[in-house]
């Protein structure tokens, strides 16, 4: 495995970011920020939606490197610092929606995950694509209980993977991803249910068979691989038809889920 020896430091994401529209659906109001970095599933920190909040906040994210290995012709590692400096963040505004029913708009920072992957020249062989998050069970105390099979893992088609709106999160709302929602890097697959989007990832692998995600081995007849938005497909134990938004207040109506979160 090589090291991209690129010689740079990082840049400041509280610096004013470039908004592209070509990823800013949304079609409601922004959730706000205090919504976003506090309610949250990560079971790395805990199962409330306040654990991950409230016990990550000393988690250690420098120095972190990312892997890029498997079915590809110039497997890599590389920082995370060296990452955010090649591939510069802009702000794509994307709905968040939980197989749980409830969903956020989110203002992320990022780019393209296609952009990091065709740095490593994908082999023809290559048909999915595997996310490895850290396993840090001395900070992440979460860990240190069978909730899930760890380290979490999750799985992309490879042309799934290469869609331009899948993206590579580097934070949101102008300013340093925070630790509860996946620093320093997570993915957002927008038209897939949020546990699809693996937080603080330390490997991708590309494969030539499909992987078995982290809630598939847990749960196989509630999560399958795709676990596309689809209000037509209702969760085994609850429907999918509509969603609850966040920041709206217990009263406020749900909303009818849209095919694919509006992504189609």
Known sequence: IKSIGLGVGSISLSSIPFLNNAYSQNKTKLTSYEDITTYNNYYEFGTSKSDPYRNSQE?????W?????????????????????LFPSEERIYKLRCVEGWSMVIPWMGFSLSKLLSKVSIKNTAKFVEFESVYDPEQMKG???????WPYREGLRIDEAMHPITTVVTGLYGKTLPNQNGAP???FVPWKYGFKSAKAIVK?????NMPTSSWMRSSPREYGFYSNVNPNVSHPRWSQ??????????????????MFNGYG
């Open 59 to 63: 988690f250690i994210t420098k120095p």
């Open 65 to 85: 490197s990312l892997t890029i290995e498997g079915e590809v012709e110039n497997p890599v590692t590389i920082s995370a610092e060296e990452i955010i400096s």
């Open 143 to 149: 860990q240190r209980y069978p909730v899930l099979n």
């Open 185 to 187: 890097l997570r993915i």
């Open 204 to 208: 991708i692998k590309l494969v030539e």
């Open 241 to 258: 038809a509509t969603e609850r938004v966040i920041g709206e207040g217990i009263l406020a109506p749900r909303i009818e889920t849209e």
